[in-house]
């Protein structure tokens, strides 16, 4: 199956930094991918679509300014979370759907852990 | 709006068949997949039901009807390593949205 890469894929920072998380397609590739936030024993909640050559399109709630996303090339997503809070420390996962596109079968990244201090 | 219900818990025995429902409410419904993940990890895609009717894949089987908004999980002979949590997601207007999970355990 496809493969999709995340780094890093644990962070510590102090509060008010900003990190940035890669999501990459290694052996396909994708002209959307899609970044999820998972909280502790709950589900994946959908942040954005992530489009090459286009703006991300942000679920409703998600603070577009506060969680940017740009999607450089057709393997590439980045998430940049901006002066991070212990509120924003969660499981960030993004995704790749398989080729098609509509999203049925999509291929995981393994994960970032960010832990905000 | 969108959202999916599946039951918080469930509990089987080794060897044990065990199903997992999922009903869904969802605009432009395309499809109903199914992910399983252990805790720590990411989720690995398991099935998927575009159309009416049972997929099978080995041990797993997982069912659709659309006219219920409604899809279940099969897992056949269960073993202590499909102790995880199971998510069903709903595909519509190209972004797929997921349910709460439901958390297996399988004792022996």
């Known amino acids: 199956g496809a493969v999709v890469s995340q780094h890093p894929s644990w962070v510590i920072c102090k509060s008010g930094t900003s990190v940035k998380i890669e999501c990459r397609s290694l052996d396909f590739q994708a002209t959307t991918m899609f970044w999820y936030r998972q909280f502790p024993k709950q589900s994946l909640m959908l942040m954005a679509t992530s489009n090459e050559g286009s703006k991300a399109t942000y679920e409703q709630g998600v603070e577009k300014d506060k969680f940017l996303i740009n999607h450089a090339s057709l393997t590439l997503s980045t998430l940049t979370v901006t002066s991070a809070h212990p509120e924003d420390s969660s499981f960030y996962i993004c995704s790749a759907p398989s080729a098609g596109g509509r999203g049925e079968t999509q291929y995981f990244g393994p994960g970032t852990r960010l832990l905000v201090l | 709006g969108q959202s999916l219900e599946q039951p918080s818990e469930v509990t089987a025995v080794e060897g044990a068949i065990v199903q997992i429902n999922c009903t869904y409410q969802t605009s432009g419904f395309y499809g109903l997949s199914w992910y399983q993940q252990h805790d720590g990890g990411a989720p690995t895609f398991l099935s998927y039901?575009?159309?009416?009717g049972l997929e099978e894949t080995g041990r797993f089987s997982s069912f659709l009807s659309r006219s219920d908004s409604y899809g279940y999980l099969l897992l056949q002979e269960l073993q202590m390593k499909d102790s995880a949590s199971y998510f069903c997601?709903?595909?519509?207007?190209?972004?797929?949205?997921f349910g709460a999970g439901t958390r297996l355990f399988v004792k022996a």
């Open positions: 039901n575009a159309l009416d």
């Open positions: 997601a709903a595909t519509g207007g190209f972004k797929t949205i």
